[in-house]
């Protein structure tokens, strides 16, 4: 099993929480993932540290799921939604503001885990408009800001190092 450890998670959580998150988001999170954030429900992890294209990422915090939380895992997904591709869902920040997610892109049952750079992410609505592009290309663009990790959230964990 993996090595890794989750400091000062808040209240547990039960399976009822994330089956609501997943009616309001329509998607079915991963078992793994399920079992680990209902323990370690806003976490921080350690080992922190991952590899995305070669480049040192940090794992920051579980999402909340307690609902007056301003990092709870719907209020997340609505502030970035207009500027995350579709398909994908976070499920933990890095210390930059940038997301882990799941992504259903290629599978509705077992997303891989990926990372979401919001660095030079343009508002979908707003790239539409100004640059006369449409919804599938502002798909493709915002695309170019997600970083495969892992098949799985399991696999994603194994990863992290000091």
Same mark, same amino acid.
């Given at each position: 099993?993996?090595?890794?450890?989750?400091?000062?998670?808040?209240?547990?959580?039960?399976?009822?929480?994330?089956?609501?998150?997943?009616?309001?988001?329509?998607?079915?999170?991963?078992?793994?993932?399920?079992?680990?954030?209902?323990?370690?429900?806003?976490?921080?992890?350690?080992?922190?540290?991952?590899?995305?294209?070669?480049?040192?990422?940090?794992?920051? !915090?579980?999402?909340?799921?307690?609902?007056?939380?301003? =990092? #709870?895992?719907?209020?997340?997904? @609505?502030?970035?939604? &207009?500027? *995350?591709?579709?398909?994908?869902?976070?499920?933990?920040?890095?210390?930059?503001?940038?997301?882990?997610?799941?992504?259903?892109?290629?599978?509705?049952?077992?997303?891989?885990?990926?990372?979401?750079?919001?660095?030079?992410?343009?508002?979908?609505?707003?790239?539409?408009?100004?640059?006369?592009? !449409?919804?599938?290309?502002?798909?493709?663009?915002?695309? =170019? #800001?997600?970083?495969?990790?892992? @098949?799985?959230?399991? &696999?994603? *964990?194994?990863?992290?190092?000091?």
């Amino acid at each position: 099993m993996s090595k890794v450890q989750w400091r000062s998670p808040d209240e547990p959580i039960i399976r009822e929480d994330v089956k609501n998150v997943e009616q309001e988001l329509n998607i079915n999170f991963p078992l793994d993932y399920i079992e680990c954030v209902m323990k370690n429900n806003g976490a921080h992890v350690s080992p922190e540290v991952f590899e995305v294209e070669g480049k040192r990422k940090v794992f920051g !915090t579980l999402l909340s799921y307690d609902m007056d939380d301003d =990092e #709870n895992i719907i209020e997340v997904f @609505d502030d970035y939604k &207009d500027t *995350l591709p579709a398909e994908l869902v976070p499920f933990a920040f890095d210390p930059a503001g940038n997301l882990i997610c799941f992504d259903y892109k290629n599978d509705k049952n077992n997303p891989v885990v990926v990372f979401w750079e919001h660095e030079n992410a343009g508002e979908k609505e707003m790239l539409m408009q100004e640059e006369g592009l !449409t919804e599938e290309q502002v798909e493709e663009r915002a695309r =170019e #800001n997600v970083f495969y990790i892992a @098949d799985t959230f399991t &696999d994603f *964990l194994s990863k992290l190092h000091d």
